[in-house]
């Protein structure tokens, strides 16, 4: 997969799931969501997330680091085995290698602050998105925030008094699928506002149909303004 983003490994098996159940051939296929972090992602959702997996007959595995694939085979950083025959692997989020090479950062690029992108060797250096090192979930709303916030000091640095309004604050969707196999998916809502210490979470612990509808225009919109086609 090369899909990163925090909801990608469930919004998978879900997808999977609502295949095979369509297809009526679900319990033929045993489904094993393997995660290297203490519960899915984001957490303000896990528990939603976990609901919705026992419902659809799908097992979670946490706290475990795949660090092997084998021919059928993956070994977790533990020592545990887990044979496959189809896998569905999300790499480590990190940034490219060269920004180690180049003394910008480690696994990411450093920043001076959430809201100043540069680089604290480089005046002209800016970092964003996934590859900037910042307190915030790897996501397409976080990672669009920073290109802006970059952009104002770029902007700043040319001696341009406008600036893009801009605010570390998100409301996003992940897909859940169809537990009884619809083609039809549902989708649950959550947030986070982080110009507020601590930062406030929010979620419906709902899932519905409307919410996929809704990133799905949000999508299209967002495509829009990238691309302006």
């Not at 045993?30 to 419902?55: E, G, L, M």
């Not at 694939?69 to 044979?83: C, H, L, N, P, Q």
């Not at 809502?189 to 929010?202: A, E, L, S, V």
């Amino acid at each position: 997969m090369v899909v990163k983003t925090k909801t990608a490994p469930t919004e998978t098996a879900l997808l999977i799931h609502t295949v095979l159940r369509h297809r009526g051939v679900r319990d033929r296929v045993r489904i094993i969501h393997v995660d290297a972090n203490d519960k899915t992602q984001p957490p303000v959702i896990a528990d939603v997330v976990k609901s919705i997996y026992d419902k659809a007959g799908i097992e979670l595995i946490t706290n475990q680091e795949i660090t092997e694939i084998g021919d059928g085979e993956v070994v977790t950083k533990s020592g545990e085995r887990y044979k496959y025959d189809v896998l569905a692997l999300l790499e480590p989020n990190r940034a490219p290698s060269f920004i180690k090479e180049a003394g910008l950062g480690t696994d990411w690029f450093e920043v001076r602050s959430p809201t100043d992108l540069r680089s604290p060797k480089f005046d002209d250096v800016y970092g964003a998105g996934d590859a900037a090192k910042l307190p915030y979930p790897k996501n397409q709303e976080i990672a669009f925030e920073s290109a802006l916030f970059a952009a104002n000091g770029i902007l700043s640095d040319l001696g341009v008094d406008e600036k893009v309004n801009v605010q570390y604050a998100f409301v996003g969707w992940a897909y859940v699928g169809n537990v009884d196999g619809r083609l039809e998916t549902n989708s649950v809502q959550f947030g986070f506002d982080y110009t507020q210490q601590p930062p406030k979470p929010m979620k419906d612990p709902e899932p519905k149909r409307d919410y996929t509808l809704q990133k799905d225009r949000w999508m299209q919109a967002y495509l829009s303004r990238l691309f302006s086609y």
